[in-house]
Nanobody, 117 residues
Framework: QVQLVESGGGLVQAGGSLRLSCAGSDRIFSQNHMAWFRQAPGKQRELVAR???????NYADSVKGRFTISRDNAKNTVYLQMNSLKPEDTAVYYCHGFAPLTGNNYWGQGIQVTVSS
């Protein structure tokens, strides 16, 4: 069973930065498409950013220009650099992996990000 473990969340003031990390145990991590989702209280889980196995990225409109997703396949890790944070970015952030070779989806346990005004 593949595991995804997030780290780097916490409390930050508006305008600040955080970097989330997600470490995967999958030995074929480099072939997986990875993404970050988030879920705020009372709201549906939404896609924040995605990076393919080839390195192509896309972002939700609400985070474009502020967040950057990247990956280090040698470390089996995907990152989310979050700058210019806003109170509306407050949510539980989830790492997600999709393995095209198997069709399996994997989720991390989630990590809290709180942005104070």
């Amino acid at each position: 069973q593949v595991q995804l473990v997030e780290s780097g969340g916490g409390l930050v003031q508006a305008g600040g930065s955080l970097r989330l990390s997600c470490a995967g145990s999958d030995r074929i991590f480099s072939q997986n498409h990875m993404a970050w989702f988030r879920q705020a209280p009372g709201k549906q889980r939404e896609l924040v950013a995605r990076i393919t196995s080839g390195g192509s990225t896309n972002y939700a409109d609400s985070v474009k220009g502020r967040f950057t997703i990247s990956r280090d396949n040698a470390k089996n890790t995907v990152y989310l650099q979050m700058n210019s944070l806003k109170p509306e970015d407050t949510a539980v952030y989830y790492c997600h992996g999709f393995a095209p070779l198997t069709g399996n989806n994997y989720w991390g346990q989630g990590i809290q990000v709180t942005v104070s005004s």
